[in-house]
């Protein structure tokens, strides 16, 4: 059976592989954090650093694995679309988080609430950036 023959993916069974990625992709973002405060960087630098190094693995991971790439969006538009919006979305919300809430609830709780805020968008940016869609 060719690619183009198989059945795709169930949407709950994509849920699955992007929580797992998700968690992978957190435990990225959080140590590179974590090593980057170590090093004496700044918090919001530092939480734009990890993003970076962790929006990377979160693209390859859920492009071959999570979901079924588009083949008609080009790699490079897909990682564009995909950076863009994880851009608005997970560093927009952690940043925002640890701005607002480092000074009341610490670096680390703020840091925290912000992935997990992030996460339920990421799943519908991750869908359309990766495979073109946002529903079905």
């Known amino acids: 059976m060719s690619e183009a023959d198989r059945p795709g993916r169930s949407t709950g069974s994509k849920i699955v592989r992007f929580a797992v990625v998700g968690l992978a992709n957190t435990a990225i973002d959080l140590?590179?954090?974590y090593l980057m405060l170590k090093l004496h960087v700044p918090p919001l630098p530092a939480n734009v650093g990890a993003w970076f190094i962790a929006v990377t693995f979160s693209f390859v991971a859920n492009g071959f694995w999570s979901?079924?790439?588009n083949q008609a969006v080009r790699l490079h538009d897909a990682f564009l679309r995909f950076v863009s919006?994880?851009?608005l979305i997970s560093l927009?919300?952690?940043s925002l988080s640890i701005?607002?809430?480092?000074g009341i609830a610490g670096v680390w709780p703020?840091?925290?609430?912000?992935?997990l805020v992030a996460?339920?968008?990421n799943f519908l940016a991750a869908?359309?950036?990766i495979e073109g869609r946002l529903l079905k």
Do not use: P, T
């Open 110 to 115: 703020a840091k925290i609430g912000g992935v």
């Open 99 to 102: 701005a607002l809430f480092a």
């Open 67 to 69: 979901f079924e790439r």
């Open 119 to 121: 996460a339920v968008l």
């Open 85 to 87: 919006l994880g851009a």
């Open 92 to 94: 927009g919300v952690s």
């Open 127 to 129: 869908r359309w950036s």
């Open 31 to 33: 140590a590179s954090f």
